[in-house]
T-cell receptor, first 113, second 109 residues
Framework: IAGITQAPTSQILAAGRRMTLRCTQD?????MYWYRQDLGLGLRLIHY???????GKGEVPDGYSVSRANTDDFPLTLASAVPSQTSVYFC????????????FGPGTRLTVL | GQNIDQPTEMTATEGAIVQINCTYQ??????LFWYQQHAGEAPTFLSY??LDGLEEKGRFSSFLSRSKGYSYLLLKELQMKDSASYLC??????????WGAGTKLIIKP
């Protein structure tokens, strides 16, 4: 593994189904983030975690949950998917330093029908 | 509320120079980032400004004026591979990134 990986790459899901998007990083970064990106809108933060064992709500947390059991993994769960959750989901991580630059995974394209 | 404004789309010619502007109104300021995003791919980091002035990195430069809430990304000697969206993001007082919607840059031969 090099950097951040996400799975699956894409998924078509029936409304009402439960879905977990996976994110793993091997950079030993403390902070991790989940964003959604929709056409014409900026990236919007769903949830974040500043360190293993802690999580926080972002701008658009409703309908999503996260956990951070260890440094490397930060899964995002949709408990009961709805069509408005159709989007591209990006996981990112950042270390501690002068810039705390966020580095992004390749994304998961999710379609909820 | 918090707001980041960028032009939606710009067109430029291969070999030329283009300037992409970003204005922001945020609760607090802890740095401004520029990212590049090719279609269907993840954003990748380009530059970071926290103090006023110009940061140069090869063909790309980024400028910041905190008093004016303004930044620009300058791309020189444009190449076809520079066709992408350019995202401006500001880190606010909560240390979270607030993102603009991005500027789609189209390069013509």
């Amino acid at each position: 593994i090099a950097g951040i990986t996400q799975a699956p790459t894409s998924q078509i899901l029936a409304a009402g189904r439960r879905m977990t998007l996976r994110c793993t990083q091997d950079m030993r970064h403390n902070a991790m983030y989940w964003y959604r990106q929709d056409l014409g809108l900026g990236l919007r933060l769903i949830h974040y975690s500043n360190t293993a064992g802690t999580t926080g709500k972002g701008e658009v947390p409703d309908g999503y949950s996260v956990s951070r059991a260890n440094t490397d993994d930060f899964p995002l769960t949709l408990a009961s998917a709805v069509p408005s959750q159709t989007s591209v989901y990006f996981c990112a991580s950042s270390g501690t330093g002068d810039t705390d630059t966020q580095y992004f995974g390749p994304g998961t394209r999710l379609t909820v029908l | 509320g918090q707001n980041i404004d960028q032009p939606t789309e710009m067109t430029a010619t291969e070999g030329a120079i283009v300037q992409i502007n970003c204005t922001y109104q945020t609760s607090g300021f802890n740095g401004l980032f520029w990212y590049q995003q090719h279609a269907g791919e993840a954003p990748t980091f380009l530059s970071y400004n926290v103090l006023d002035g110009l940061e140069e990195k090869g063909r790309f430069s980024s400028f910041l004026s905190r008093s004016k809430g303004y930044s620009y990304l300058l791309l020189k000697e444009l190449q076809m591979k520079d066709s992408a969206s350019y995202l401006c993001a500001v880190r606010d007082s909560n240390y979270q990134l607030i993102w603009g919607a991005g500027t789609k840059l189209i390069i013509k031969p």
